[in-house]
Each structure stands twice: as structure tokens, then as C-alpha cells.
């Protein structure tokens, strides 16, 4: 346990009461589903043509950060198609056996959503393979010689992943997927839509400012728009007159120590002190990671790829340096010495951008 751990601004679900809130902020279909254009519309023609054909669509793979939607989207595929959806996920898959018990229990034209494929065991990701393609699995009977193979056809059915690391699939089962939709950040006025249509279900007041505000701290995420409108909406019901306005919404998030960039106490933390402490680097990840009494890796994969994004941070050969404008953002004027402009040129983040 540190003192970082209870995150307002962190990307991943937390716990079963976010969960409820969630399914019950989710668009149902995919004209209320906001953003994410392209995808979109490539996802409605495909659903589209399938449904003229009367055929199963191809499987669809969708892949994207925390938060952005994923599972929102697997089961609007499922209600576009007017089909059930049968939800597992890779850790649930331990063996080629728990696979083919879910696919041999298939109704035709069902959707199999398949959440943190990448996290699947190996020998059920080549019977899916198997089953992607020919609807048809080899379910292995005995053991050592003695073993046979009996083929089993499955039916048709349509396969939704999701993945918040594409790079990590095996080019195999990538390739399978008719479809790939990858999901991006959210512009901040597309997380003022949402913001307000969430406000709307809550049966919550606000402001265009209100939700432009909060909107704007949302680190591109729609999952994290709504956590910071339900503290808003505390705030201003209990220090207000209920209304989210745009005055509301910066004090509450002041209170919660969520800044205008969306950064948070740790966020902060690790750029002060890096320019305090380090004169803005370069500095090893583990003596960054100590100064704020942190993991190393809590600092690598919580705090650090939002800074770099934001190009508040950049990993370089020699160290994490602080950038032109992580001083400004912090109000601090940086030394002469200070790694100068153009350090975002050697940015070595390691975390492969996702395909297109
Ligand atoms: N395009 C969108 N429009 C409106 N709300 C959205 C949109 N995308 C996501 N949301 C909301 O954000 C929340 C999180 O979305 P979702 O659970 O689909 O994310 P995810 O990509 O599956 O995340 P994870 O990787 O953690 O599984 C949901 O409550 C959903 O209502
Ligand atoms: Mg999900």
C-alpha cells in the first residue's frame, strides 16, 4: 500500500460499485456511442453488409487503453446484431478445455466477447485459431498415446476481442480478426458530450462550463469523465445548491487534488521531484522512483505514460527529463542547466504504439 493508491484519475475499473455505475452509463447502441468516428463507421458497415447477407460478421478485435470503451462497444455489436452475448475473458481461459467448453455451447450468430485476449493460455489460443476460422475445434480425449483428437463443429458465431496491448497478440490470431478497430483518446469535446449525456442518466445538474471543466481534466477517458462528475456532483450537492457549474467542478477537483492537465498528487509528485530535486534529470527511473517513496514500477506504468503523452516527461538514454513544459505547468523556472528543448526528440518510451 502507498499513500498514491486510492487513484481518482486512474485508467482501470475499480471494484464492483464503479462496475454498476458503469453498465448503467454505457450507450446501448451505437449512435449514443460518442467519439471514436472512424471506428464507428467502419464497425457499421461491417455490421451492416452482415446482417443484409443474413451472415455472421467477421470477428472484430478492439483495442485501446482502460476506459475507452472497449466492452461498451462488444456489447453494442451484440445488440446491433439483435444477439445474445456470451462474456469470458483470456485469464478465465486456463486451459484448451475451458475454451471449448464455451465455444461448443454457441448458438448460431451468438457474440463471444473475449475481454484481455492477450492474456489467453497458449494452447487455447491455437484452438481458437482452429475455431475462428473453420468453426470447428479438435477437443483432445485421454492422455499420452492413447490420445485422440475428436472434431467438433462449433457454430457460426462472431468473435469480439479486446486488448489494451494489440502489440502483444501473436500475429496469428491478429490476423484472424476481420476487423480491427483501435480506440483513442477522446478530445475534450467529445468527453463534454459525455459528460453531459452521463449527468443527464445521473439526473444531475450542470453547467456547459461545468462540463467542459471536468471534461477537460478527464485524461482523454471516458471512464475517468464520469468518476470525476459523480465527485463533482457530491461537492456540489453537499457544499452547493446541486448544480455542477464550472466553479463547482474546479473546487471539487481541487479538493481531490485532480490539476487542469488531469495530473494528480503522484503525477505531480514525479515531475516536482525531478525539477526540484534532480534539476529536471537526466535521472534513473529507480532514484526518481525512491525521491517520491515510490516502486519503480508504480512510477513507470502509473504516472509516466500519461507525462509522456502529455510531453511533460520524456525518456531518454540517460534518464527521465523534465520538459519546457512540465516547468511551466509546475511554475518553476528551470536552471541554466536544465535539459533543454527538443528532449521529447529522444523519447525512447518503450510501450509500442498500438496499429492503426
Ligand atoms: N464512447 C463512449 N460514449 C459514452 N460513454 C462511454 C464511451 N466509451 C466509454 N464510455 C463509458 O466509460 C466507461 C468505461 O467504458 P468501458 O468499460 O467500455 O471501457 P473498456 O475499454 O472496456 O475498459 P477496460 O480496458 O478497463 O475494460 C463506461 O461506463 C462507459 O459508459
Ligand atoms: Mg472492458
Do not use: C
Request: proline fraction near 7%; aromatic fraction near 4%; charged fraction near 25%.
Amino acid at each position: 500500500m502507498s499513500e498514491y493508491d486510492e487513484r481518482l484519475v486512474g485508467g482501470a475499473a475499480e471494484g464492483p460499485e464503479e462496475q454498476v455505475i458503469e453498465a448503467a452509463l454505457r450507450p446501448k447502441r451505437l449512435d449514443d456511442f460518442v467519439g471514436q468516428e472512424r471506428v464507428r463507421e467502419q464497425l457499421s458497415l461491417v455490421l451492416r453488409s452482415a446482417l443484409r447477407r443474413g451472415r455472421t460478421p467477421d470477428h472484430v478485435l478492439l483495442s485501446g487503453g482502460p476506459g475507452l470503451g472497449k466492452t461498451t462497444l462488444a456489447m453494442i455489436i451484440a445488440a446491433e446484431l439483435g444477439q445474445p452475448l456470451r462474456i469470458t475473458s483470456g485469464p478465465a481461459i486456463e486451459r484448451a478445455g475451458d475454451l471449448a467448453a464455451v465455444l461448443s455451447t454457441l448458438a448460431e450468430g451468438e457474440v463471444l466477447f473475449l475481454d484481455e485476449i492477450h492474456r489467453m493460455a497458449r494452447p487455447a489460443e491455437e484452438m481458437l485459431y482452429m475455431a475462428m476460422e473453420d468453426f470447428r475445434v479438435d477437443v483432445v480425449v485421454g492422455k499420452g498415446p492413447g490420445a485422440t483428437a475428436i472434431p467438433l463443429d462449433i457454430a457460426p458465431f462472431t468473435l469480439v476481442g479486446a486488448t489494451t496491448r494489440a502489440g502483444m497478440l501473436p500475429g496469428p490470431l491478429r490476423d484472424r480478426f476481420g476487423f480491427t478497430g483501435h480506440m483513442d483518446f477522446y478530445s475534450a469535446a467529445e468527453l463534454e458530450v459525455i459528460v453531459q449525456r452521463s449527468a443527464r442518466l445521473l439526473d444531475v445538474e450542470i453547467t456547459d462550463e461545468g462540463a467542459a471543466e471536468v471534461a477537460s481534466r478527464s485524461r482523454g477517458t471516458p471512464r475517468i469523465a464520469n468518476r470525476l462528475l459523480r465527485r463533482v456532483r457530491d461537492y456540489a450537492e453537499v457544499r452547493g445548491d446541486g448544480v455542477v457549474t464550472r466553479e463547482a467542478a474546479r473546487a471539487a477537483l481541487t479538493l481531490y487534488e485532480v490539476d487542469e492537465k488531469g495530473l494528480d498528487r503522484l503525477d505531480r509528485a514525479v515531475l516536482s521531484s525531478l525539477m526540484r530535486k534532480f534539476g529536471g534529470g537526466p535521472v534513473g527511473l529507480s532514484t526518481l522512483a525512491v525521491s517520491v517513496g515510490e516502486e519503480p514500477e508504480t512510477v513507470e506504468v502509473v504516472a509516466e505514460p500519461f507525462l509522456v503523452r502529455q510531453g511533460l516527461l520524456a525518456r531518454t538514454p540517460r534518464g527521465r527529463i523534465a520538459t519546457p513544459a512540465a516547468w511551466a505547468h509546475l511554475g518553476l523556472t528551470p536552471p541554466p542547466t536544465a535539459p533543454l528543448a527538443g528532449a521529447a526528440l529522444f523519447d525512447l518510451d518503450d510501450t509500442p504504439d498500438e496499429p492503426e
